[in-house]
């Protein structure tokens, strides 16, 4: 395919995955901001070793909990058709996170107002004018980190968005034009629609509280750990309950997020296939995180055959590889659970809905959206934050790809699981000499996935879908 056309065909793809309406964009971005506000740093980096200001932090992580539901909120108003969305809006959203957003700074000021950067200009300087006042803002959200500083920006754009919809510029929720080559949306597909956004919005607003269940989960074993020497000196069990408690939390979100009907569709694609795709499930993962310590090997092995035969050591393939160890294939655990909810059930509604290629798509964008609640520090910068989203949502939609194919071709959940399991173990818990960087991955898993749909298309989606709709792959592609 010619340059040209793919990058066309590429722009065409983003294009009709975004809202129709700019407002959106406004709504989705400030509701972001909001969500992933909390945990980012919301206290001056300035003498932050000393005890009083640990105390601020602790105050502050309390004080910006209003922005992860208010966050969450906006996520429900943008997804979901509700009565009176303009005042949810106003009450669930601008309400909390301007609570937070005006009681953080107050107690800084009133707690630190030397190390805020303001010095005690707002509490000692009656005389003060406004202006001065005001001028005194911007460095406060400078020196109060990357946590107000996205909250606020996150306010102002939904309360922007919020003055559009009163005015009539903007309409609620979002929703995006199904393609003209499928069936009308005013069929039971369209009634099913709400119970699938509902869906979304659980596993990316209530993810939050699945990590509250965890950390609930675990308080008791790190309390056992630190009472008792003899399980503080076996770390590997206080790693594996840790481990235990997450994947839990996971399944107990998911169990609730599918419902009844959901828990019984997802049945239908825990089947087992045919072993060719679990040969290609653990084939992709392993060849595409060789490929750079292969690289790495071959560049080593000419320099020495060119300037270092017989004066530096011989570089041995073996070093450049290494197996991860047998107890992290229970990684497959929480990578089944996960792809119930992508590849199981989000998937084949959403390919309905909106086809195979647009569909995939917006599968990896959902799934991208659910690592938010734990992607982000208070360590982070402005543009480290940015990038981080970035980077989160094209990895998942490039690696959709594959595990789509994956699904598809075998109409089993398993062979995604295994692909997704060994990809993460490879990466995240093997002890690689060689690392490949994360740009070399992503556009790894973007060329895997573009050969698999262009050169080998799948005939249906799952036998559900077919009877629906069976999306073209080729025209698609």
């Given at each position: 395919m010619p340059l040209p056309d793919a990058a066309k065909r590429i722009t065409s793809l983003v294009r009709s995955v975004l809202p129709s309406e700019p407002?959106?964009?406004?709504?989705?971005?400030?509701?972001?901001?909001?969500?992933?506000?909390?945990?980012?740093?919301?206290?001056?980096?300035?003498?932050?070793?000393?005890?009083?200001?640990?105390?601020?932090?602790?105050?502050?992580?309390?004080?910006?909990?209003?922005?992860?539901?208010?966050?969450?909120?906006?996520?429900?108003?943008?997804?979901i058709s509700t009565g009176k969305p303009f005042r949810r809006l106003v009450m669930t959203v601008l309400l909390p996170s301007l609570a937070s957003l005006l009681a953080i700074p107050i107690v800084g000021l009133i707690w630190f107002p030397d190390e805020t950067g303001l010095g005690n200009?707002?509490?000692?300087?009656?005389?003060?004018?406004?202006?001065?006042?005001?001028?005194?803002?911007?460095?406060?959200?400078?020196?109060?980190?990357?946590?107000?500083?996205?909250?606020?920006?996150?306010?102002?754009?939904?309360?922007?968005?919020?003055?559009?919809?009163?005015w009539g510029r903007a309409t609620l929720p979002i929703r995006l034009t199904a393609p003209s080559t499928l069936p009308s949306l005013d069929t039971p597909l369209e009634d099913d629609h709400p119970r699938t956004m509902l869906f979304v919005w659980m596993m990316i607003g209530l993810m939050p509280l699945a990590f509250l269940l965890e950390g609930v989960m675990t308080i008791p074993i790190f309390a056992i750990s630190r009472m008792d020497a003899a399980v503080t000196a076996h770390p590997a069990w206080i790693s594996s309950m840790d481990q235990f408690g997450s994947a839990f939390s996971l399944l107990v979100l998911v169990f609730l997020a599918l419902g009844k009907r959901g828990r019984e569709s997802v049945r239908k694609t825990v089947r087992l296939p045919s072993a060719r795709y679990l040969g290609l499930a653990m084939l992709f993962p392993i060849a595409i995180v060789?490929?750079?310590?292969?690289?790495?090997?071959?560049?080593?092995?000419?320099?020495?055959?060119?300037?270092g035969f017989g004066r530096l050591e011989t570089p041995h393939l073996g070093s450049y590889f290494a197996l991860p160890a047998a107890a992290s294939l229970w990684y497959l655990v929480p990578a089944f659970i996960e792809e119930t909810a992508w590849r199981g059930y989000l998937q084949p509604r959403f390919v309905r809905r909106y086809g195979a290629i647009r569909g995939i798509f917006l599968v990896g964008i959902a799934w991208g959206a659910f690592h938010f609640s734990g992607d982000f520090r208070s360590s982070m910068t402005l543009a480290g934050v940015l990038i981080g989203i970035a980077t989160r949502l094209i990895d998942t939609v490039v690696y959709s790809y594959v595990l789509a194919w994956l699904t598809i071709e075998s109409q089993s959940i398993l062979p995604a699981t295994v692909a997704h399991a060994f990809s993460n173990i490879l990466v995240f818990y093997s002890p690689l000499p060689v690392r490949t960087p994360f740009w070399s991955l992503v556009a790894l898993w973007a060329i895997a996935g573009f050969i698999l749909f262009r050169y080998f298309p799948p005939p249906v989606i799952f036998e559900e879908t077919a009877r629906d709709s069976t999306p073209n792959f080729e025209t698609a592609l």
């Open positions: 407002a959106h964009l406004l709504l989705l971005l400030g509701s972001t901001f909001l969500f992933i506000s909390h945990r980012l740093r919301w206290w001056p980096l300035v003498g932050f070793s000393e005890p009083r200001f640990r105390v601020w932090a602790g105050y502050a992580v309390l004080l910006s909990v209003p922005t992860i539901v208010a966050g969450a909120a906006a996520y429900y108003v943008s997804l200009f707002m509490l000692e300087s009656v005389n003060s004018t406004g202006s001065e006042y005001l001028k005194a803002i911007p460095q406060l959200i400078l020196n109060l980190g990357t946590g107000l500083q996205f909250a606020t920006a996150g306010f102002v754009l939904v309360a922007i968005f919020a003055v559009l919809f009163c060789s490929v750079w310590p292969l690289i790495s090997y071959l560049h080593d092995r000419i320099h020495w055959a060119a300037s």
